[in-house]
């Protein structure tokens, strides 16, 4: 099972979005489990009140079902009377009195002693906490004025009275907000963290990717350099670029044997092309003329193909411009004009502004090779046609003539499918050079060489 890429920002923010989320639910359960526990602290305090308030009903005697009514009034004087009771209220308001008890007491004819809004409260059971145990919230101002409280309360019937018995949950605490305060701001760090050594890390990644293309187009140009620098790079590249430095390297090697030994073949070459010209200076002098201007002619192409050749090699320093390519064309044509007009070949231009990135005086040397083949092989009357253009791909030269096709100017000279004797190989190492492609169309109508560069 192949995964899909992950961008390393994404990933880092992820994992910080997650660490965030797990300690925000890591401090959400420890609260509960600490709420939970207060609440049963709570409980068992009530349920200790309840039994208390049992034991001294029973022995005064009030929990009996038939009970005098004077006895239940003396019963609520002595539960109503608590001295002291604003002050209690303020220090458990205030948090120095923990588990504050409440209590309510209802008896018949209506009458009441207590803590009144324990019969009004909403109150949800907690069987969980003990028989006739329920919790129920006291809003802000019914007994705190600034805040609301939780009370676990026991509520059962005694004789003739209701009794309700409570006690506060004490509440979680200053310390308990400065954690949760003090989580909040570690997960919104962690975040934060995670997002800045994702960009960081994506930064030295591009600026990585950026120094080794910058490198693969510089030897593209023929610029080799030094080696990339490893430490520039992160971990995840430093391996590519090793190889690349070995590529590289290895490359320049090889560029260098080749251009030695196309020095070495040009000197070789170099003299014996002197001798046989000499010789045939002297042959011409009783020799036949038309012979030796053939032979001369020889000798100037393989002069010319051995200096292209170099220059090839060396590309002129291989200085990249702006090329307009209809400008050439242009050129060309004016070159070569004066060529075709004793043939009555004409030419047929169709010449749109058209720019490329390259080596002027190679491009200039590949369309004239072009416009020279054209011109060459086109029958008197013929029409040589040129056309530039753009298109998303690139720049686009494509020259047509009516020549007699690729194949019988093949039959009529030395087998070479790749030049057939026009200069071809010599354009298409240019194109190439320049990241573009030669695209032949032949038959016995006439040729259509399109170069996209």
Request: glycine content about 8%; overall charge neutral; hydrophobic content about 45%.
């Amino acid at each position: 099972m192949r995964l899909p890429p992950v961008r390393t920002t994404w990933l880092a923010a992820i994992v910080a979005i997650i660490a965030a989320v797990t300690l925000t639910a890591s401090l959400a359960v420890t609260h509960g489990a600490v709420r939970s526990e207060q609440r049963q602290r709570a409980a068992l305090a009530a349920v200790s009140d309840f039994n208390a308030l049992l034991s001294k009903m029973d022995a005064m005697g009030v929990g009996r079902a038939a009970v005098e009514e004077a006895q239940i009034v003396n019963w609520l004087n002595v539960f109503q009377g608590r001295p002291g009771l604003e002050s209690s209220v303020a220090d458990a308001c205030s948090g120095r009195v923990i588990n504050y008890g409440v209590r309510w007491l209802e008896a018949p004819g209506d009458r009441t002693a207590g803590f009144r809004p324990l019969s009004e409260a909403k109150a949800r059971s907690m069987d969980q906490l003990g028989p006739n145990v329920f919790i129920m919230t006291l809003p802000a101002g019914t007994l705190c004025p600034d805040r609301s409280l939780e009370v676990v309360a026991v509520r059962d019937t005694v004789g003739p009275m209701r009794v309700v018995m409570g006690r506060v949950v004490e509440p979680t605490g200053r310390a308990w907000g400065v954690a949760a305060v003090t989580v909040a701001g570690m997960a919104v760090l962690l975040v934060g963290l995670g997002l800045a050594s994702a960009a960081w890390s994506r930064a030295r990644m591009v600026s990585g990717v950026r120094r080794i293309n910058l490198s693969l187009q510089k030897a593209g140009r023929g610029d080799f350099g030094g080696p990339i620098p490893l430490h520039e790079m992160t971990g995840e590249l430093q391996d590519l670029t090793r190889e690349v430095n070995v590529t590289l390297g290895r490359l320049q090697e090889l560029l260098a044997w080749l251009r030695d030994t196309s020095d070495q073949v040009a000197h070789d070459f170099r003299t014996p092309l002197a001798r046989a010209r000499a010789r045939l200076d002297r042959f011409g002098e009783t020799g036949e003329a038309d012979l030796v201007d053939e032979a001369r002619a020889d000798l100037r192409y393989l002069t010319q193909a051995m200096n292209e050749a170099l220059a090839l090699r060396d590309g002129e320093t291989w200085a990249y411009e702006t090329v307009k390519l209809d400008d050439i064309c242009r050129a060309a044509v004016e070159m070569y004009e004066p060529l075709a007009q004793p043939r009555r070949i004409r030419f047929e231009t169709e010449l749109t502004p058209t720019e490329t990135l390259g080596v002027a005086s190679l491009l200039q040397r590949a369309l004239a090779n072009l416009v020279d083949n054209a011109v060459k092989y086109s029958p008197d009357g013929g029409v040589v046609r040129l056309k530039t253009y753009s298109d998303p791909q690139g720049a686009v030269v494509i020259i047509g003539d009516q020549g007699p096709g690729m194949e019988m100017t093949q039959s009529r000279m030395q087998p070479d499918i790749d030049s057939h004797r026009m200069g071809l190989a010599f354009v298409r190492a240019i194109v190439r050079r320049h990241g573009g492609e030669l695209e032949i169309e032949s038959d016995s109508s006439g040729s259509t060489i399109t170069m996209r560069v």
